[in-house]
Every structure is written in C-alpha cells, then in structure tokens.
C-alpha cells in the first residue's frame, strides 16, 4: 500500500522560497501521478500542481504558474514543489496525493479524483 508523507513546511517572509518533498513508501512512484494540494484556513483544498505518471507532463494552478514548479525523483521515491516568491495568499496545509498512471487534465485539480494522501505540512508566510 503505498504511502506518502510531507515534509519541508515552515515559516518564512512574503517573496521566499520553500521545497515541499513528498516521499513515498510501500511502493514505488513509477507510473504514479502526483499531486500537491493547497487548503488555506477555512477554505477547501485545491489543486496547485501535480505530475503525469506517464510522461511526466506537469500543470499548474493560474496562481502559482511561474512561482512553483514541480519535479520527481522516482530512484529516490521523492515528489518536490519548489515554491518561490511566496506569498501570504499561499499561507495554509500542503499536501500531496497520488493516483497511478495519468493525470486528467481538467479533472487533477479536483481532490476527489486522487485516492491515496499524505498527511500534510504547514507554510506560513509572513513578515
């Protein structure tokens, strides 16, 4: 069964930098799509980013398109998000999930759609 934990939260000032890591175990990440989801203090979870297991295709949300960037290691069973020019906007719970094979274009974003999650690490930015 494979399971995933997150790691590399913490706090840090509007326009720094922080790399999420989300680490596999159970299973390997060959062939798994990932994806991190964003949940802001009283708000739902949504889709900032994830990664084809096929092809390793990668999508973005419109708010982090430029400032994060999503990559794998599958030798070291590893997911990262590489978030940059934080802001307070982006304050909130990271988590990862994975879904084996493809991801559906239009439907990543949607948590419903991935079947296996972390547990989540806290970002906070602010001055």
């Known amino acids: 069964q494979l399971q995933l934990v997150e790691s590399g939260g913490g706090v840090v000032q509007p326009g720094g930098s922080l790399r999420l890591s989300c680490a596999a175990s159970?299973?390997?990440?060959?062939?798994?799509?990932i994806g991190w989801f964003h949940q802001a203090p009283g708000k739902e979870r949504e889709g900032v980013s994830s990664?084809?297991?096929?092809?390793?295709?990668?999508y973005y949300a419109d708010s982090v398109r430029g400032r994060f960037t999503i990559s794998r290691d599958n030798a070291k069973k590893v997911v990262y998000l590489q978030m940059n020019s934080l802001k307070p906007e982006d304050t909130g719970t990271y988590y990862c999930?994975?879904?084996?094979?493809?991801?559906?274009?239009?439907?990543?974003?949607?948590?419903?759609?991935?079947?296996?999650w972390g547990q989540g690490t806290q970002v906070t930015v602010s001055s």
């Open positions: 999930a994975a879904d084996r094979g493809a991801v559906a274009p239009s439907l990543w974003p949607f948590p419903t759609m991935w079947p296996f």
């Open positions: 159970g299973s390997t990440l060959d062939y798994y799509a």
């Open positions: 990664i084809d297991g096929n092809d390793d295709s990668t």
